[in-house]
């Protein structure tokens, strides 16, 4: 049995674990952060999918210490998996960093388990997640960090949690920005802009400080589109085309109400768009969606429906599920952010696309630059993306897209304060909410 010896450091409480493979358990404490280096590979997890080793010799364990390139891990207490020195696991691609923040909450309490289970980057890519709480959170984030270790998942190889955005965010590749305060009875929007946009600066500032410099960046928080222009405003050293604002649980709910009127599954719902802010002035775009194919149109011929009914169905959706549930959506907004991630690292099937909040600068359908907007995109599997041109846009379509427009660019004349344009004027229309306002 190999097991691994470690020293005390008077800074830190230690808890020791052994273990018979080279990939040895281990967990350190420190004042702010925690650090797990997670478990053997299990045999009957994602064995051999791809590896064309042969040898039946028994290795003796590696470890490696790699102190230098690990700040957060005190001494030496940092062990490093080698996986190119195991079977299993000597094909797999090479470890990413994914950073969340908001990972002691219920939108991250679903998201992270799927991220770990493979579901996300698929079964040959190893993760670390780095977990991003508050002083209020570390306590619940040291919780979710055991739950993870508990579950056993092989392509799991580093949790880390901490507090400070610069020493979470440091090298991520993905970074899933959650954490946002929820708009409190009483409270303006403005405030809440205001708020969150603090947030948010401070975590793009982070990212453009440490993070990798092709970091893709989801914003969740609400008000999402907002959130992520102060933050894309705030890392001037990333491209803007990296950031997104995450609008695909208004694509998956429009793509179910569609289905539903049609009396078909929803996989034979297609080119689904949603324009514009992840609010009640979200455009679903009913025009250019398929069915089976064909127009959307041309199989549900009851214009009034698609224009009021289904319309305000997908726009107010959050605030009826939050009615009747008590809370807003957060199994069905963590299965969307990873649609919404696999939607980067796969490429799009031929002839549909999928809907994302991103940067309007160059965009080919007339919408104000500056801000950031759900459109149709495409991608071909490499983590970047390209704007559908070939869409109709009708003069409802437009008229509705201008409304969403006007609420977002009155909600970034809001924040100037937060993206370095000026003094903040806030003009908000009187009707504009976030889906779970109604
Ligand atoms: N775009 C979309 O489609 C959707 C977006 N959302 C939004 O996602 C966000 C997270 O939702 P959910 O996980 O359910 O929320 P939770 O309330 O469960 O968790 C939110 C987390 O935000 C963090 N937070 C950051 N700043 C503050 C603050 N000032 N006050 C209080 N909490 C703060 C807290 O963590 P900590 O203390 O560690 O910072 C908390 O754990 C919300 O903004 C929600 O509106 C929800 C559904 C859909
Ligand atoms: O307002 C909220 O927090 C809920 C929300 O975004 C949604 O359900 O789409």
Not at 262 to 270: E, H, L, N, P, R
Request: glycine letters at 8%.
């Amino acid at each position: 049995m190999a097991v691994a010896e470690f020293t005390p450091s008077s800074s830190s409480s230690i808890i020791k674990k052994t273990s018979l493979y080279s990939s040895q358990l281990f967990y350190v404490s420190t004042h702010q952060k925690r650090r797990f280096s997670l478990r053997p590979l299990q045999k009957t997890h994602y064995a051999n999918i791809c590896c064309s080793v042969t040898s039946n010799e028994v290795q003796a364990p590696v470890v490696t210490n790699d102190l230098k390139k690990k700040p957060e891990c005190f001494g030496v207490f940092c062990l490093t998996y080698d996986l190119k020195a195991e079977e299993e696991t000597s094909c797999w691609k090479k470890l990413i960093n994914v950073s969340v923040s908001g990972a002691a909450g219920m939108i991250a309490n679903h998201l992270l388990f799927k991220l770990a289970a493979g579901e996300v980057f698929g079964p040959d890519q190893p993760i670390a997640l780095k977990l991003l709480g508050s002083e209020r959170s570390i306590q619940a984030l040291e919780g979710v960090a055991m739950e993870l270790e508990d579950s056993l998942y092989p392509l799991l190889r580093e949790v880390s949690i901490g507090i400070d955005p610069y020493e979470v965010f440091q090298d991520a590749e993905w970074a899933l920005l959650i954490g946002a305060k929820p708009r409190g009875p009483g409270m303006e929007r403005a405030d809440l802009l205001d708020i969150n946009g603090q947030i948010f600066a401070e975590q793009g500032k982070a990212l453009n400080a440490v993070a990798s410099r092709n970091v893709k960046v989801i914003v969740v928080g609400n008000p999402c589109n907002t959130n992520a222009l102060i933050c894309l405003k705030n890392a001037p050293d990333i491209s803007a085309k990296n950031f997104h604002a995450l609008t695909r649980l208004d694509e998956n709910r429009a793509k179910c109400q569609l289905a539903l009127k049609a009396g078909v599954f929803y996989d034979k719902v297609s080119n689904m768009t949603i324009w514009g802010n992840h609010s009640t002035t979200q455009v679903p775009d009913f025009l250019n969606a398929k069915i089976n194919g064909f127009p959307v149109k041309e199989v549900i011929r009851d214009t009034k429906w698609l224009e009021e009914e289904f319309t305000e169905k997908v726009q107010k959706r959050g605030g009826v599920l939050i009615q009747k549930w008590g809370r807003s959506s957060a199994a069905s907004t963590a299965v969307s952010v990873v649609d919404a991630i696999r939607s980067l690292v796969t490429p799009t099937p031929e002839g549909d696309w999928f809907s994302t909040g991103v940067y309007t600068d160059g965009n080919p359908y007339g919408i104000a630059e500056g801000i950031v907007f759900s459109m149709p995109c495409r991608s071909n599997g490499d983590g970047d993306y390209e704007l559908v041109k070939d869409v109709i846009i009708d003069d409802y379509l437009r008229s509705r897209i201008k409304k969403s427009e006007d609420e977002l660019l009155a909600e970034k004349r809001c924040v100037a304060h937060r993206t370095g344009e000026g003094i903040a004027v806030c003009d908000l229309p009187g009707d504009t909410m976030l889906p779970g306002e109604m």
